[in-house]
């Protein structure tokens, strides 16, 4: 192994990275792009759609109260559905996923527990909700709750019960910082593999490799230079990634020493498995094919866009084959949880993944074309 | 050191793909400071010869040595001291003339004089040029010079006018003159003939495997080739008897001409002035000499596509 050649190689790879615009966007433009995409999408608090339309058939101050009590703390937004139309109807042409009917004999008697029936003597309210809109939930949630208050006031009774919530995460832990360590892990997996087999078949199919087998260049050389310029490109890459998301969503993550060993893990196993995947990629055209076909799966079933606690048993096992899921693993427990024992376990496992990668593909890469 | 004064020596090489025998039994020596070109169909070996000489493929028996060092052992060192323009040669492409040469320089670990390499090979205007922009020729010759950055005593080029138009070709021989006249070896296989008599000092065929003929191109056409073809163009069936009883043998072709074997210039000449005595009127000719072409075909079969020959093998 030679450092001059090492160095000579490492320029070529860059200069020539550097002057092909479009896998410039892939590697450094398009993770900053989903970061900002998708952090702008689930970090927006008022994602959620508040809207309720109220029809208060009573017009009474109790059913004011109750209205307030509804638009307190911003909970929701009222919009008033006039009286001498059908609820129902009106939820359907107006799409409305939820519209509360407060009763014309709603002000009843003072101590006159409000309800839904069940309770003997309760007014029923009456919500018209659509069952296919995935928030009207959380807004029956919060309508319940608003009813429950409302319902002790008028009771006087207080509380025996209070919830106290302890979040196992640290504190404004949001979706963004789910997601950035996701999104680290996938660009440097991205750019190994697809530059791995790119760069591979062009050697190949050009006949370049048969140049350099003829120079004093050596298969070391030539892998250890991979190596570092996929370091060089991951590194810039993660740098990116981090100044976007500190710089617009503000996130709070604990970046140490584990980042960059776990970068560099990561590099060296997506590296072996680059080496691996080259006898099927043969042409550049098929190249970007198979990459793809790897890529994919790998990035939807490993927790890099929603955690894999979400997905079917039987896909979870799957999921926990996968190299990704690991580094997925190591780096949240590391920049989310810092939680070192976790992260060690996941940085092992990954190192295993990588030793066996490597290996394996060092030993079936051959230099030369043929023997 | 054995064999120093030779630049190659090839000594019974095999080379076998299973049952398929590329290389059958070879020899040969290739002499320091001349221009040997090593020709042969497709598929004849020449290709898997040749990588085996460079050290890009190992022999299955047979020894090789480049510079006295043996190629299965000694690969480092050899590199070091050749220079090869392999087949369709290709660089980088996103990558320029001038940092291709820098890049080439740096692996040798030699202080190349870059500028004076793009004179040599004619690419000083393209200096800056990606190698993606490049036409075919320009291509080539930047192969060439990537070829002599390290100073090689042994220059190889695996057809490095194959595709290239004939300005292009010209070119190309111009820099092969020039290391010849630099005193390198140059090991040069190609497919053109006029190519091999122009330059070589020492021409090998191969076919199927085998060496069928190795001397140079004048000794090679003079003992192999068929006489020289003298053309009469539409003469009447008087002239055609007159030449036949003179004792050669005239045959008509489809186009109405005659072609006549003859031995020279005394020949022709003999012919012509038999035709003016007999007051025939002197028609239209044209005499070819026997050229390495026609030793060519005469030694050769047509190619075949069974037999691996390049990197697709």
């Known amino acids: ?78 919009t008033q559905v006039a009286a001498d139309v059908d609820a129902t109807q009106y939820a359907r042409e107006q799409k409305k996923n939820l519209v509360l009917v407060i009763p014309a004999n709603f002000d009843a008697p003072p101590n006159h527990p409000l309800g839904q029936g069940g309770v003997a003597g309760a007014v029923p309210l009456t919500y018209v909700y659509d069952p296919s809109s995935t928030s009207v939930t959380t807004k029956i949630h919060l309508l319940d709750m608003v009813v429950a208050a409302a319902n002790q006031t008028a009771t006087g009774v207080p509380p025996r019960f209070k919830l106290v919530p302890a979040s196992i995460l640290p504190e404004r832990y949001r979706f963004i910082e789910f997601f950035v360590p996701g999104i680290i892990a996938m660009a440097i997996m991205t750019s190994c593999l697809s530059n791995a087999l790119n760069m591979n078949a062009e050697l190949r199919q050009k006949g370049i490799l048969r140049k350099l087998s003829t120079t004093p260049n050596t298969r070391a050389d030539w892998l250890v230079s991979s190596i ?32 960059p060993l776990i970068v560099v893990v990561e590099v060296i196993a997506f590296a072996g498995i680059g080496m691996l995947l080259t006898p099927f990629a043969k042409e550049a055209e098929s190249a970007s094919a198979v990459a793809n076909a790897f890529l994919f799966p790998m990035m939807f079933l490993s927790g890099t866009f929603f955690p894999v606690e979400m997905m079917p048993a039987f896909l979870q096992s799957f999921a926990k084959l996968l190299p990704l899921y690991y580094v997925n693993e190591a780096l949240r427990a590391a920049m989310i949880f810092a939680d070192d024992p976790a992260t060690l376990r996941s940085v092992g496992v990954t190192a295993a993944f990588a030793a066996v990668a490597f290996a394996a593909g060092t030993f079936k890469t051959r230099w030369d074309e043929g023997t | 050191m054995p064999n120093a004064e030779h630049a190659i020596v090839v000594d019974r090489l095999c080379k076998r793909y299973g049952a398929l025998v590329a290389v059958d039994d070879i020899s040969f020596k290739v002499e320091k400071g001349e221009v040997f070109a090593f020709l042969g169909p497709n598929g004849a070996g020449k290709s898997v010869t040749t990588e085996i000489i460079e050290t890009i493929r190992t022999p299955t028996s047979g020894k090789v040595t480049v510079l006295g060092l043996d190629v299965g052992k000694r690969k480092t060192e050899i590199v070091r001291r050749i220079g090869v323009l392999p087949q369709n040669f290709s660089s980088f492409d996103r990558i ?88 390198k070896t140059v090991f040069l296989t190609t497919h053109y003939l006029e190519e091999a008599e122009l330059l070589a000092d020492t021409v090998a065929i191969i076919s199927r495997g085998r060496i069928v003929a190795i001397d140079s191109p004048a000794r090679l056409t003079e003992q192999n080739a068929e006489k020289a073809q003298l053309t009469l163009e539409s003469i009447d069936a008087s002239a055609l008897g007159l030449i036949r009883k003179m004792g050669f043998v005239p045959t ?43 030793v060519f075909l005469k030694l050769t079969d047509a190619p075949s596509d069974d037999r691996p020959d390049g990197g697709e093998a």
């Open chain 1, 228 to 259: 570092l310029y996929q370091l060089i490109l991951s590194a810039i890459s993660t740098a990116a990634i981090l100044l976007v998301s500190y710089a617009v969503f503000d996130v709070r993550l604990h970046i140490g020493a584990w980042l």
């Open chain 2, 252 to 294: 008509r072709t489809g186009d109405g001409n005659v072609q006549v074997p003859v031995a020279g210039a005394e020949d022709v000449r003999a012919i012509l002035e038999e035709m003016h005595r007999a007051g025939l009127a002197l028609p239209g000719l044209d005499v070819r000499k026997p050229n390495l072409e026609a």
């Open chain 1, 1 to 78: 192994m030679t450092p001059r050649i090492i160095a000579a190689n490492l320029d070529v790879r860059l200069r020539s990275f550097y002057r092909q615009k479009s896998a410039m966007f892939f590697t450094f433009a398009f993770p900053v792009i989903l970061v900002l995409v998708f952090g702008t999408i689930f970090t927006t608090p008022d994602h959620l759609n508040l809207d309720l339309s109220v029809q208060d058939l009573s017009r009474t101050a109790s059913s004011t109260r109750l209205i307030d009590a509804l638009t307190a703390n911003e909970t929701f937004r009222i």
């Open chain 2, 96 to 183: 320029t003339v001038r940092e291709s040469l820098r890049y080439y320089a740096r692996v040798f670990g030699c202080k190349a004089d870059i500028d004076a390499l793009m004179d040599l090979t004619n690419l000083t205007d393209k200096a800056d040029a990606q190698f993606n922009t490049l036409s075919g020729g320009l291509k080539q010759r930047l192969g060439i010079a990537a070829a002599l950055v390290n100073d090689p005593e042994v220059v190889f080029l695996d057809e490095p006018t194959t595709g290239l138009d004939p300005h292009a070709r010209r070119q190309v021989w111009d820099v092969l003159k020039g290391l010849k006249k630099r005193g």
